[in-house]
């Protein structure tokens, strides 16, 4: 990775870009997967769309890896070719451990924009999420941790989009035609800060080519004026699986936390619109976190396997809302 200096905040990110291989040269061990086919630019009144949502659900749970072994697996997804920058910084006495993905189709057309979520082992990435004091933001307020895991990483995001927007005598790749933003868990709530920050008169170059945020098992980000001024700036599509308790979170008790956009929930068949949505914030952590803890000791005892919380953690795993994304195509 090549270090970057970001000029005002002297934070250091680590960027890095790769270039996936044709998919001739890559080898599936198991199934292969369903692959997007046909993948298009859309224009600006573009509707929900499951190939998307697909898309971004295999790169939200990919984005725990790193530009490689993402770019290698994006292949099998109907991705050959496809440029993947890579954005990284560690700051643990700030608790900030930030990760972010720049995708880029082969032409260059179609970008998609990702933030990494909470990593299970990293005992930081955990302070992080409950650093759940609110922020002060163009309009509103958002999550202090989250907001704090974008900032570093900001500069050189836009410069990844801004370079998008050139076409180089030395590159194959057209001008950026389509963006879409996505992550899991605390990746979801950063792309949606993230989007938020686009749209704001600083980035109106960008702001015709966003196509919607994708986000999966996403906690709230902000508070009620945040929702309500950027749910009318862009398309949220928040898809919640089964009992995962994060979509459920930060309770009420430590701020006026508040949900935006389309819910999505998980059905047999794929993704269900829910309209007015299902998944309500909690009124204490503790509810959740007793609910949470009790679901994961019943689905590893055989005669507690029937049993049922409302909350889960084995339901916040990538896997089920890939598994889910990838239904929806039928």
């Not at 298009?40 to 295999?58: C, F, M, Q, R």
């Not at 990702?114 to 759940?132: E, I, K």
């Not at 009318?232 to 009420?252: A, E, I, N, Q, T």
Request: proline residues 7%; neutral net charge; contains cysteine.
């Amino acid at each position: 990775m090549e270090p970057l200096t970001l000029p005002g905040n002297g934070a250091v990110v680590n960027v890095r870009t790769f270039k996936a291989p044709p998919q001739k040269r890559s080898r599936c061990f198991g199934t292969t997967p369903p692959r997007i086919e046909q993948l298009k630019t859309v224009g600006p009144n573009a509707e929900y769309d499951p190939k998307i949502a697909y898309l971004t659900s295999v790169i939200s749970g990919w984005a725990y890896s790193d530009a490689d072994t993402m770019g290698r697996q994006l292949t099998f997804y109907g991705l050959p070719e496809c440029t993947v920058r890579e954005f990284q910084v560690v700051n643990r006495a700030m608790l900030i451990i930030a990760g972010a993905y720049f995708v880029r189709s082969a032409d260059g057309r179609i970008g998609v924009l990702a933030f990494r979520g909470t990593v299970p082992n990293d005992f930081m990435n955990w302070l992080t999420d409950a650093n759940t004091s609110l922020h002060n933001f163009h309009y509103g307020k958002v999550h202090t941790g989250f907001f704090q895991n974008v900032q570093p990483l900001w500069s050189g995001i836009v410069e990844a989009l801004e370079d998008s927007l050139k076409k180089t005598s030395d590159s194959q790749q057209e001008p950026l035609e389509n963006l879409y933003i996505t992550g899991h868990s605390l990746g979801a709530a950063m792309a949606v800060i993230a989007a938020a920050r686009l749209f704001t008169n600083e980035y109106q170059t960008f702001q015709p080519l966003v196509r919607g945020v994708y986000t999966f098992g996403q906690p709230a980000a902000g508070d009620r004026e945040f929702g309500e001024h950027y749910g009318s700036s862009f398309k949220l599509y928040r898809h919640v699986y089964r009992g995962d308790v994060v979509p459920h979170l930060p309770p009420l008790s430590v701020g006026p936390y508040c949900h935006f956009g389309q819910e999505f929930l998980a059905a047999d068949t794929g993704w269900q619109n829910k309209n007015p949505p299902l998944a309500k914030l909690v009124g204490l952590a503790g509810v959740a976190s007793v609910s949470a803890a009790f679901d994961f000791l019943s689905r590893r005892l055989l005669f507690l396997r029937r049993l049922r919380l409302p909350y889960s953690m084995d339901d916040h795993g990538p896997e089920g809302y890939i598994q889910t994304s990838r239904l929806s195509l039928d």
